[in-house]
């Protein structure tokens, strides 16, 4: 079974809520909810590619000091097996706006239940809870 990696982060604002994504329509499992991020390409490091993918998907700038790696999520799909490092970041610069036309939404960790996610997303959250 093919490993795919992919970096994910966990954008917590001054009042402890994280930044979820929707799936855009066209994507597989769009509609889903998740943590900005995306998959590690050959040679790169999973604290790059997050640089790469916020700044791509959100127009942000994160350094890579500011990226605090909290746990991951290691879980079985049909046809590959994810990796996911997720990472908490506080501190970025520039102003969050969905450039895939995906729809964001801050939210509270114990409210992060209430949003449909994909089954690698889920384990994460007792984890987020603990943490923030």
Same mark, same amino acid.
């Given at each position: 079974?093919k ?7 966990? #954008?917590? +604002? ?5 930044? #979820? ?6 994507k ?5 909810w998740? %943590?900005?991020?995306?998959?590690v390409? &050959? ?6 590619a997050?640089?790469r993918e916020l ?6 700038d ?9 746990? %991951?999520?290691s879980?079985a799909?049909?046809? %590959?097996?994810?990796?996911m ?5 506080? @501190? ?6 969905g ?5 964001l939404a801050?939210?509270k &960790?114990?409210q992060? @239940? +209430?949003? &449909?996610? &994909?089954?690698?997303? #889920?384990?994460l959250?007792?984890?987020? @809870?603990?943490?923030?």
């Amino acid at each position: 079974m093919k490993m795919v990696l992919v970096a994910a982060c966990a #954008l917590v +604002d001054a009042d402890g809520r994280v930044l #979820l994504a929707k799936r855009p329509e066209g994507k597989t499992m769009a509609g889903l909810w998740e %943590f900005p991020g995306g998959k590690v390409e &050959p040679g790169e490091t999973p604290e790059a590619a997050l640089i790469r993918e916020l700044k791509e998907e959100l127009g942000l700038d994160v350094a890579a000091a500011c990226l605090a790696p909290l746990t %991951f999520a290691s879980h079985a799909y049909e046809t %590959f097996h994810l990796l996911m490092p997720l990472y908490v970041c506080r @501190r970025w610069s520039g102003t969050i706006a969905g450039r895939e036309g995906q729809e964001l939404a801050w939210v509270k &960790p114990l409210q992060m @239940r +209430d949003y &449909p996610m &994909p089954p690698a997303d #889920l384990p994460l959250i007792p984890h987020l @809870r603990d943490a923030l």
